[in-house]
C-alpha cells in the first residue's frame, strides 16, 4: 500500500450527494479478475455517452463533454471534492480500488458511507470529512480558480488552501498510522516478521519436513 | 504432566506464533492450495505492494473450478476451453503461478483435479499441518488430522504474502460414532445423518472432530468424505485423529517425508490425537449400525432422511420457521409432502466432486453398476473423477469400461457439475442423484433439484431410474 504523508494535489469537484458505489464503479464491471484497472471505467455511466461493458478500449469511446472530469483543467487531478454519503451502496472493494486506479489519492466530503470508509483507506485512499460550509466555500473557490491545488498534511491532520487558510481535520489514530506507515492487515502483520522468522527456525528443528 | 488436550488444542498450540493482546494470534500456515477462481486479486494485491510470496514452497496450485470435462474441450488445454470468463480465470492461475514460481499442476497434467482431492494424493496435505485455501471445503484435509479451514481472497492474500493468518481459537466438538455401518452405508451417510441431526449451523464456532470406531474403521477417503461436509454442519474445521490408516496412506507420497525424516515425522505424528481426559465443549454421539443410506430431500443439506423415510409434512414441523423453509423446500424440489424417497424420479446422475470422486468413490459405484444399464428415463449419467491420477488408476482397474457399457459419461477432472461453472448443468426443474455436498437452490443449475446421496446410492439410482435403497440392490 503507498504511504500517505503529505500531499499537494490538484483538486476535482463532484459536486453531487449520494455517490453510490454503483456509481463510482458499475457491477459489470466486477467480473474483472483484477483489482487495478478501473480507472477507465471510474464513474462509467456519467463520463461516457455510450453503455460501458468490460473489455472494451476505453480511448474509442464518446465521452461526456459536460462530466468535471472530462474537462482539461482537471486533468491529473487526486484530490476528489464531493458531496455528503459518499460511497453508500454496496460493499464491493471495487470502488475504492476504481478511485485509486484513477489516481485520486483523497477525497474530502462532510460525510462517507460506512463500508466505502473502512475500504478506502486499506487501499490507500485518505478520506477526509469536513463541514458541510467548509465544503460549500471549497467548492465555489475549485470553480473560481483554475488549477486549484489542496495541501494535505496528513501527520498534522491539517488541509492549506490556496490562500493559506489552515483546516483540520478528524483522524482515527490507528486508520492514520496504517496510512503514514502504508501499512494494510498484512503490512501490520509483517511488523512481526522476525517472530515469524523465529517461529520458522524453531520449527525446522520439530517438523524439518515441512520446511523441506 | 500437561493438561490433556484435544487434538484441536494441539495443532493451535503447534502454530502459534504470537499471541495478541485482543485475544487473536497471529497462527503460522504450513501449506497453501490454490485455484484459479479465488487467487487473482490476491496476486494482483501482492504485485500492486511489491510483495512476494513469503515461503514459495508452502504453495501448490491446480485450476479445477472452471475447467471443462470433455475431452473435446480439454484436448486443446488452456487455449479451448470455450467460456472467455473461465479460460481467462485459468490463464491468470496458470501467468501468476509462472510469474512468481509456484508449482501448479497446469489443466492437462495427469496431476491436475479438485484442489482437495490433489493436496491429499500428492502428500501436500500431511498430519500436523495447517493448511488454507480459498475454499470452504478446505475442511477436508481435517481427515489427516491436520487444521486446514477455507480463507476469503483477502486471506489468500495474507498468506501468500505473510505464511500466517490472524486468527481466534475455536470451541472443540465432538461426535462420537460407535458401532459398525451396515452393509451399503458408507462414510457420506454419516455425515449427511450427522448434519440431519444437529442442523447446517450446528457446528458453528467449533472446530467438530469426528472419532469413534466408525471412523477410526474408515479408509482415508471415507475419513476426507466426513471431513469435507462439516463445513455443510456449520463447523470450518473437521478433524479426524492420526492412526496407522493414515500413516498407510501417506507413506510414499511424492510431497511425503522419506527415509529419516519420514521416521521423524512418524514419531511426531503419534501423537496426533485427542489426549484421554481431554474434555470438548460439547458431544454429540452416534449409532453407526442404526444409519441408513440418506438422501437429501430439500434445497439444505439438513433436509435429509433415510432412504425408507418420506419427505416430510410442513404440517409436522416444530415451529413457524421451520414450516416455512419446508414449505418452501418442497415447492422448489417439485415434492409432495409424505412422499417416498423411492418415489422421486431422476433425471440426471452425478458422480463427482471433492465430497466423492476418490479411487474408492467410483469403485463403490462400479460394482452396483457392473453388467447393468442406465435407465432410458435418465438423461445423462456422469462420472467425473477427482484428478487426472484418479482418473488413470481407475481406467487400469477397467472401471471406465464399467461406467461407460452402463451409459455413463466418463469424464475429464474437475468440479464440474458440482457447481456448474462450467457447462456441465442442471436444466430448470430436473432432479439429480448427486455425490457433491451442497443441494442449495440453483447450485447445479438454474432451477435444478439437487438429491444429495452417496456414490453408491448414486449408481443404483442411476440404474433405477430412482431412489432405491442400495442395500437391496
Ligand atoms: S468439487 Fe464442488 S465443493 Fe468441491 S471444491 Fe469444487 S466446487 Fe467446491
Do not use: C, K, T, Y
Given at each position: 500500500m503507498q504511504k500517505f504523508t503529505q500531499l499537494n494535489g490538484l483538486v476535482a469537484p463532484l459536486?453531487?450527494?449520494?455517490?453510490?458505489t454503483d456509481l463510482i464503479i458499475p457491477k459489470q464491471f466486477l467480473k474483472s479478475i483484477k483489482r487495478t484497472g478501473f480507472g477507465p471505467n471510474l464513474f462509467d455511466e456519467l463520463r461516457y455517452l455510450d453503455e460501458g461493458y468490460p473489455g472494451q478500449d476505453a480511448s474509442q469511446r464518446p465521452l461526456n463533454p459536460d462530466f468535471v472530469l472530462n474537462q482539461p483543467r482537471y486533468q491529473g487531478a487526486e484530490v476528489l471534492l464531493a458531496r455528503q454519503n459518499f460511497g453508500c451502496g454496496s460493499s464491493r472493494e471495487h470502488a475504492p480500488w476504481a478511485l485509486v486506479d484513477f489516481g485520486f489519492r483523497a477525497v474530502i466530503a462532510p460525510s462517507f458511507a460506512d463500508i466505502f470508509f473502512n475500504n478506502a483507506p486499506k487501499n490507500g485512499l485518505l478520506l477526509i470529512q469536513l463541514d458541510e460550509a467548509v465544503l460549500d466555500r471549497l467548492f465555489a473557490e475549485v470553480a473560481a480558480s483554475e488549477g486549484y491545488r489542496l495541501l494535505i498534511d496528513l501527520p498534522a491532520q491539517k488541509v492549506t488552501t490556496p490562500s493559506g487558510e489552515v483546516l483540520s481535520f478528524e483522524m482515527d489514530p490507528f486508520r492514520k498510522h496504517c496510512l503514514i506507515n502504508g501499512l494494510d492487515d498484512i503490512g501490520i502483520t509483517l511488523q512481526d516478521a522476525q517472530a515469524i522468522k523465529d517461529y520458522e527456525v524453531r520449527q525446522a528443528q520439530q517438523t524439518p519436513w515441512i520446511f523441506a | 504432566m500437561s493438561q490433556p488436550r484435544t487434538l484441536y488444542d494441539k495443532l493451535w498450540d503447534a502454530h502459534v506464533v504470537k499471541q495478541r493482546e485482543d485475544g487473536t494470534a497471529l497462527l503460522y500456515i504450513d501449506r497453501h492450495l490454490l485455484h484459479e477462481v479465488t487467487s487473482p486479486q490476491a496476486f494482483e494485491g501482492l504485485r500492486l505492494a511489491g510483495r512476494s510470496p513469503?515461503?514459495?514452497?508452502?504453495n501448490l496450485a491446480t485450476p479445477d473450478h472452471n475447467v471443462p470435462t470433455t475431452q473435446k474441450e480439454r484436448a486443446?488445454?488452456?487455449?479451448?476451453?470455450?467460456?472467455e470468463t473461465s479460460r481467462i480465470q485459468v490463464q491468470t492461475l496458470d501467468e501468476n503461478c509462472d510469474a512468481f514460481g509456484i508449482t501448479e499442476f497446469k489443466i492437462n497434467d495427469v496431476r491436475q483435479g479438485i484442489v482437495h482431492v490433489v493436496g491429499p494424493e500428492q502428500g501436500a496435505t500431511l498430519p500436523g499441518m495447517t493448511l488454507v485455501c480459498g475454499d470452504s471445503h478446505t475442511a477436508t484435509h481435517g481427515a489427516f488430522a491436520a487444521l486446514a479451514h477455507g480463507v476469503g481472497t483477502s486471506e489468500v492474500e495474507h498468506v501468500l504474502a505473510t505464511q500466517c493468518l490472524i486468527q481466534r481459537k475455536m470451541k472443540n466438538l465432538l461426535i462420537q460414532v460407535d458401532g459398525r455401518l451396515q452393509p451399503g452405508v458408507t462414510a457420506k451417510d454419516i455425515i449427511l445423518a450427522v448434519i440431519g441431526e444437529i442442523g447446517t449451523a450446528g457446528g458453528t464456532g467449533y472446530a467438530m472432530e469426528f472419532a469413534g470406531s466408525a471412523i477410526e474403521s474408515l479408509s482415508m477417503e471415507g475419513r476426507m468424505t466426513i471431513c469435507n461436509m462439516a463445513i455443510e454442519a456449520g463447523a470450518r474445521v473437521g478433524l479426524v485423529a492420526c492412526d496407522q490408516t493414515t500413516l498407510d496412506y501417506v507413506k510414499g507420497r511424492p510431497f511425503a517425508p522419506q527415509g529419516e525424516q519420514w521416521a521423524q515425522a512418524e514419531a511426531y505424528w503419534k501423537n496426533l490425537h485427542t489426549d484421554s481426559g481431554a474434555v470438548f465443549d460439547k458431544v454429540v454421539t452416534l449409532d453407526a449400525a442404526a444409519i441408513e443410506p440418506q438422501v437429501s430431500w430439500g434445497t439444505s443439506p439438513e433436509m435429509v432422511a433415510p432412504i425408507s423415510g418420506q419427505v416430510p409434512n410442513p404440517a409436522d414441523a416444530v415451529d413457524e420457521t421451520q414450516r416455512k423453509s419446508w414449505v418452501r423446500a418442497l415447492e422448489y424440489m417439485g415434492l409432495q409432502p409424505n412422499q417416498a424417497l423411492t418415489d422421486i424420479r431422476l433425471d440426471r446422475v452425478f458422480i463427482g466432486s471433492c465430497t466423492n470422486s476418490r479411487i474408492e468413490d467410483l469403485r463403490a459405484a462400479a460394482v452396483v453398476i457392473k453388467g447393468r444399464k442406465v435407465a432410458s428415463s435418465v438423461k445423462q449419467a456422469l462420472v467425473v473423477p477427482g484428478s487426472g491420477l484418479v482418473k488413470q488408476q481407475a481406467e487400469a482397474e477397467g472401471l471406465d469400461q464399467v461406467f461407460v457399457a452402463a451409459g455413463f459419461e466418463w469424464r475429464e477432472p474437475g468440479c464440474s457439475m458440482c457447481l456448474a461453472m462450467n457447462a456441465d448443468k442442471l436444466g430448470a426443474g430436473e432432479h439429480c442423484a448427486s455425490t457433491s455436498n451442497r443441494n442449495f437452490e440453483g447450485r447445479q443449475g438454474y432451477g435444478g433439484r439437487t438429491h444429495l446421496v452417496s456414490p453408491a446410492m448414486a449408481a443404483a439410482a442411476a440404474i433405477a431410474g430412482h431412489f432405491i435403497d442400495v442395500r437391496q440392490f
Open positions: 459536486d453531487r450527494a449520494n455517490v453510490d | 513469503w515461503r514459495l514452497g508452502a486443446q488445454g488452456v487455449s479451448g476451453i470455450e467460456d
